[in-house]
């Protein structure tokens, strides 16, 4: 009966923080709308405070459900091995992505259905599909610059990884956690193409963060992950630096063959901080029963 009415508590509090999470950026729409400031223009500047108040949303979440509890986020210091750990598993997801949308974009060759998908995403992920490039001014491209390398993967991370599979990983185990956080940060990405790559990007994730027992691991993985996978490119397409069109389309296809090729190295960096974790935790049993031992001997003694 407890265990229920845990899982239900756990249910009630993740879908808590879906909605919180959904009505902040829905609130900012509406306000953008209000004030009659188009997104679409402003998008860098959208971004930043929606970001803002996630992240401060969030931290208060987290600081008021750990009262008097085991903290529900964890930010332990990063080692070099664990950050080498971190860059490898952001290029491999990276690689993982884009393997997943160049079979999408075979599929769609003979499946109109995905074609409509596909097309859906690239307006989704391209800052200019329903602005031109003149319209944005300078400033919001360095404000979504930043708001993509570093506010909102925080924000994300802080809600998912933290939060969400912070709560899940109460009742369940980091599996099962890692996979129903994976399942609502698809879900909540919207774009049904990006469903896909979002659930094993998701999962990684949190299983990275579980082995780590830092949300500042996940943290640098999504803003490497973001900062590779489109702001880059993004930011030069902007115009701010010059015209790079030739050289971010050339630069694209060798970073994605560089990409695919990490798979490999994250593989074993994945598996490096399995094994690191395992590690740790034998040896905290280890101490543990000598403790337990030297008290028993302790009290003989008496």
Not at 57 to 81: D, G, P
Not at 170 to 192: D, E, K, R, Y
Not at 200 to 223: E, N, R
């Amino acid at each position: 009966m407890n265990k229920t009415i845990n899982v239900l508590g756990v249910l009630f509090r993740v879908t808590i923080a879906s909605l919180l999470f959904i009505l902040i950026q829905l609130a900012f729409y509406m306000g953008f709308d209000l004030a009659g400031v188009d997104v679409n223009v402003h998008k860098g500047l959208f971004s930043v405070l929606y970001g803002i108040v996630t992240v401060g949303a969030f931290l208060l979440y987290a600081f008021i459900r750990s009262y008097k509890r085991e903290k529900l986020i964890e930010h332990r210091r990063m080692n070099l091995i664990t950050v080498f750990c971190g860059i490898v598993l952001a290029f491999g997801l990276l690689g993982i992505v884009t393997i997943y949308l160049e079979n999408a974009i075979r599929i769609a060759q003979s499946f109109a259905p995905m074609q409509e998908q596909i097309d859906t995403y690239n307006e989704h992920i391209d800052r200019y599909a329903n602005v031109e490039v003149e319209a944005v001014p300078y400033w919001d491209s360095i404000l979504e610059f930043i708001a993509s390398c570093l506010v909102i993967p925080l924000a994300e991370e802080l809600v998912f990884r933290g939060v969400i599979f912070g709560e899940f990983k109460t009742v369940f185990n980091p599996w099962l956690s890692a996979l129903f956080s994976a399942l609502v940060f698809g879900l909540l990405h919207g774009v049904s193409i990006h469903i896909g790559y979002a659930l094993v990007c998701g999962f990684i994730l949190a299983m990275a963060y579980h082995y780590s027992g830092s949300i500042w691991l996940t943290f640098m993985i999504h803003a490497i992950f973001n900062f590779m996978g489109s702001t880059l490119f993004t930011f030069l397409d902007s115009g701010i630096l010059g015209d790079f069109t030739y050289a971010t389309r050339t630069a694209s296809i060798y970073l994605a063959v560089f990409e695919e090729i990490c798979i490999i190295p994250a593989i074993a960096g994945y598996v490096l901080l399995r094994t690191i974790y395992k590690s740790k935790k034998e040896e905290e049993a280890n101490t543990q029963k000598i403790n337990e031992n030297e008290a028993k001997s302790e009290e003989v003694t008496v």
